[in-house]
């Protein structure tokens, strides 16, 4: 059986709500939770008063202090 003869027999309404939309809703939450992301870490980069402590902002910054205390207490 080849593929186009498969198409032929799959209903439109079955490739619209089975593959199309459920891909395209996952990308999309993809894209905004990247986006959220971005914002997130913009923001604290943009707190950090001199560019040069970037790495260590990040490395040290208050995220990972959280998740230290998190993973020392269990």
């Given at each position: 059986?080849?593929?186009?003869?498969?198409?032929?027999e799959v209903p439109g309404w079955f490739?619209?709500?089975?593959?199309?939309?459920?891909?395209?809703?996952?990308?999309?939450?993809?894209?905004?939770l990247l986006s959220?992301?971005?914002?997130?870490?913009?923001?604290?980069?943009?707190?950090?008063?001199?560019?040069?402590?970037?790495?260590?902002?990040?490395?040290?910054?208050?995220?990972?202090?959280?998740?230290?205390?998190?993973?020392?207490?269990?």
């Open positions: 059986m080849s593929i186009a003869a498969f198409l032929n490739l619209w709500s089975g593959v199309f939309f459920p891909v395209t809703a996952l990308l999309l939450l993809l894209i905004a959220w992301k971005l914002r997130e870490t913009e923001k604290e980069l943009a707190t950090t008063p001199d560019p040069r402590q970037t790495a260590y902002h990040l490395c040290y910054g208050p995220r990972c202090r959280q998740r230290t205390e998190r993973t020392t207490r269990t």
